[in-house]
């Protein structure tokens, strides 16, 4: 790659990396999960509460809360500025990352990726920028960034095995996705570091990440209540249904690889995107099989390192794959859990793209997705702003009728918080509602309001025959509004039962 080429991926990578992550952390809306994130992360600050799960959730630790509380105690409570605090993981991954392969291969290569990470699908950017999910990539190439460590450096080999152990552990607490790539971890270990056994590895691996999961045990032993495992669906899913549900797999692998937020009766240009789209889903899945058979073909010539990272690259996706299809998706969509796709889908398409001889090909795909990947993201803008419209439209309406208190629709109550601070208080409906001081005060204030989407039937006919309240729609939603005891006893526990 020319000197002159290469500055310019790096410069236009650095320049979307900047316009698109910063549109990200200004534009999108503020998500519930985001905002129980944050209310944890502010609990710790103030010494309130340590909790060792999610409020309400305990199938995910909260890792990513206890590094930026000392953020929160110092700059106070925003969910914009927690997204600058957040964006550590995601840049840290992604130094992490275009490094170690510019170790193992060439700068060509790492320009290439640094690229592609720099102008991400508009889901994959959605869901590291908003907080409680990009560590896991974060924690995953430290795991093999250990993993290398450990197959070269014989004198510290089981300090790093332990160390590795201990960071896959506390990774697991954080997010229990994590799993996908212990296959690969465990592989690495076996087929490329000599005399893996004799040097004890997979022990001190096992003893390490027993430590890492200290979370579990200190609050499992004391309350007798342990870490859920949660995946897409809830149900194994039968024999004669995997047709279908490899289908809905592979479509919603496609749309998460793509874009979630083009309106299907946009104009033209929505219409365009999603078949552009496609390019890169396509080229992704022919890059990714023709590395796996390269490599292969010339293991032997291969160092224990290069097929430690092949190892890890090539066998979460399929781990990914058989975990995720295993289960009824009917129900649970899950795209979140396609997170970690991320690490093989960025190096499959960089190293095809390195395969080209010709220069002229290399800049015109390359161009090409990173047009289709800018344009994807803009066009996505529209739902972004779609939902800034509906909750500006929203706040107004409170604000213009005095109403401070109330209940609301669980993406809806906590965002109404994060934007109006102090103003409008708002709780998710109780059997959704995450985080107990926003609910109290709710209870305490007594409610003056109710927020219905369309599809919420429960409680509507109770509110609509209530003579003390009145009914404004709202753009997608319903508000009842006013004094009625109807009100408070949507908070009560027996209302629910």
């Known amino acids: 790659m020319r000197n002159s080429s290469s500055r310019f991926w790096i410069f236009t990578g650095v320049v979307l990396l900047l316009i698109f992550r910063l549109l990200a952390i200004f534009l999108l809306p503020p998500a519930y999960d985001e905002m129980v994130q944050n209310y944890m992360t502010n609990d710790i600050a103030h010494f309130t509460k340590f909790p060792v ?10 890792l990513e ?30 130094g992490l990352y275009v490094w170690l392969v510019r170790r193992l291969f060439d700068r ?35 795991n093999l960034l250990l993993l290398l460590k450990i197959s070269y450096e014989p004198r510290y080999v089981n300090g790093f095995s332990l160390l590795m152990g201990i960071v896959s552990g506390l990774a697991f607490w954080c997010n229990p996705i994590f799993v996908v790539w212990l296959p690969s971890l465990f592989l690495g270990m076996l087929w490329a570091v000599p005399s893996v056994w004799k040097k004890r590895i997979p022990l001190w691996y096992a003893a390490g990440f027993l430590a890492g999961l200290f979370p579990i045990w200190t609050h499992g032993f004391a309350t007798g209540e342990w870490l859920h495992i949660l995946s897409a669906g809830s149900i194994p899913a039968k024999l004669g249904d995997m047709p ?15 874009t979630f937020a083009v309106d299907p009766n946009s104009t033209w240009i929505g219409g365009l995107v999603r078949y552009l789209s496609i390019i890169p889903f396509g080229f992704f899945i022919v890059s990714f099989c023709m590395f796996v058979f390269s490599f292969l073909k010339s293991w032997r010539d291969r160092s224990p390192r290069e097929r430690i990272f092949f190892v890890f690259v090539t066998v979460s996706p399929v781990v990914l794959s058989f975990t995720y299809s295993s289960r009824q998706l009917l129900e649970d969509e899950g795209t979140r859990f396609f997170l970690p796709l991320l690490i093989s889908y960025a190096f499959s398409i960089a190293w095809c793209i390195r395969q080209f001889r010709s220069q ?29 419209l509906e909750l500006h439209h929203v706040r107004q309406f409170l604000k213009e009728k005095r109403l401070h208190y109330g209940i609301a629709e669980m993406n809806l ?14 709780t998710p409906f109780l059997r959704e509602a995450r985080y107990g001081p926003v609910l109290s005060l709710v209870k305490k204030q007594g409610p003056e309001f109710a927020i219905f989407e369309p599809l919420h039937r429960e409680y509507r006919e109770q509110l609509i025959k209530d003579p003390h309240l009145k009914k404004d729609s709202i753009d997608v939603y319903d508000i009842f509004y006013g004094s009625s005891p109807v009100l408070r006893k949507i908070l009560e526990p027996e209302s629910h039962a």
Do not use: C
């Open 244 to 258: 279908h549900i490899l289908y809905l797999f592979f479509a919603r692998m496609k749309y998460f690889l793509m």
């Open 108 to 142: 060509e290569l790492a320009v290439y990726l640094f690229t592609i990470l720099s102008v991400l699908p508009f889901s994959i950017l959605f869901f590291t920028t908003i907080v409680g999910y990009a560590e896991i990539l974060t924690l995953a190439i430290l």
């Open 360 to 388: 002229f090909w290399k800049r015109l795909v390359l161009g090409s997705l990173v047009g289709v990947f800018s344009l994807s993201v803009i066009v996505s803008l529209n739902w972004v702003f779609r939902q800034n």
């Open 413 to 426: 109550a906590y965002a109404l918080n994060a934007l109006d601070q102090g103003n409008i208080v708002a």
């Open 53 to 62: 799960y999610f409020y309400g959730q305990q199938y995910m630790g909260p």
């Open 65 to 94: 809360s206890y590094l930026s509380a000392p953020f929160f105690r110092l700059f106070g409570f925003s969910y914009i500025k927690a997204r600058f605090y957040y964006e550590f993981f995601y840049l840290s991954f992604l």
